[in-house]
């Protein structure tokens, strides 16, 4: 079956710098990968889809990359804001399938 | 829009005891979706509805949970009898198309805990 890791359950950086998430998937091509954001006590919210014939997915200060040689996805969020603190979920599907969510990584960016 | 409405938010019941939690997807929506969220297993799709028809079930822990979508803007999940572990943040979502390759929308959540 399919297997999503977030490779940090937690990460700490400190403001302004770039803060990069990983996403490693184990089965199942063509992928779809999607990132969600959440915060405590909230459903998650949708932020970035990435197909894997796209290499690269912007929307405004977040950048989603594929390597599907690495099975990966990297998230990243450049000029981090305390604001961006929040748990950020990764979750594939084959198209057709459902979607698989990783545990996510807890994003703290301190002042 | 509302967004995906949830209720009720929070629910403490006791072991044995039936719970219904409900949902209202995004209009114009033709997939809805219950998920469970724990921090031990995270958040694991547990049923559901394309066009109010329920397409896969697998994700349903055991005959205890059953879940029902009579009519395009409402949805029920219930557990009875209800058991300590299955103590965790019910989410319902739904999808304008049954695709996966479209973003799902969450409801703020139930947090159900049984004693």
């Known amino acids: 079956s399919q297997k999503i890791e977030q490779n940090s359950e937690a990460l700490n950086i400190q403001e302004g710098k770039t803060a990069t998430l990983t996403c490693n998937y184990t089965n199942y091509s063509p992928a779809y990968l999607q990132w969600y954001r959440q915060d405590p006590g909230r459903g998650p919210v949708f932020l970035l889809l990435i197909r894997e014939n796209e290499k690269e997915k912007r929307k405004e200060r977040l950048k989603v990359t594929f390597d599907t040689t690495l099975k990966q996805s990297l998230f990243h969020i450049t000029a981090s804001q305390p604001a961006d603190s929040a748990t950020y979920l990764c979750?594939?599907?084959?198209?057709?399938?459902?979607?698989?969510f990783g545990k996510g990584t807890r994003l703290s960016v301190i002042a | 829009d509302a967004g995906v409405i949830q209720s009720p938010r929070h629910e403490v019941t006791e072991m044995g005891q039936e719970v219904t939690l409900r949902c209202k997807p995004i209009?114009?929506?033709?997939?809805l979706f219950w998920y469970r969220q724990t921090m031990m297993r995270g958040l694991e799709l547990l049923i559901y509805f394309n066009n109010n028809v329920p397409i896969d079930d697998s994700g349903m822990p055991e005959d205890r949970f059953s879940a029902k979508m009579p009519n395009a803007s409402f949805s029920t999940l219930k557990i009875q009898p209800s058991e300590p572990r299955d103590s965790a943040v019910y989410f319902c979502?739904?999808?304008?198309?049954?695709?996966?390759?479209?973003?799902?929308?969450f409801g703020p959540g139930t947090r159900l805990t049984v004693t």
């Open positions: 979502a739904s999808s304008p198309d049954r695709a996966f390759t479209y973003e799902q929308y």
């Open positions: 209009s114009g929506h033709n997939s």
């Open positions: 979750a594939h599907s084959s198209g057709n399938t459902p979607l698989v």
